[in-house]
């Protein structure tokens, strides 16, 4: 894969934090797993990530209070 930002050809397999700002609370989800560009950084999501941080959100709206921290593998 190559990264959409800087062209390098130097993406690889990682984890990151996906922060959230929802309606009534603040999400933020630890060891999401992505595709992270070496030189620049950029973070890539797949389809599924991106539908499991979806499903995590809509559960967490209706249960957080302010700031909600969680582990991707213990959410998914």
């Known amino acids: 894969m190559k990264c959409l930002s800087c062209k390098s050809d130097t993406v690889v397999d990682g984890t990151t934090t996906f922060f959230a700002s ?10 999401v797993p992505c595709k992270k560009c070496s030189q620049c950084g950029e973070e890539y999501f797949s389809s599924s990530v991106m539908e ?3 499903d995590i959100l809509d559960k967490v709206e209706h249960i957080a209070s302010k700031i909600f921290i969680l582990d991707y593998h213990t959410a998914a």
């Open 22 to 31: 929802l309606p009534n609370c603040y999400v933020i989800i630890e060891n």
């Open 52 to 54: 499991k941080i979806e």
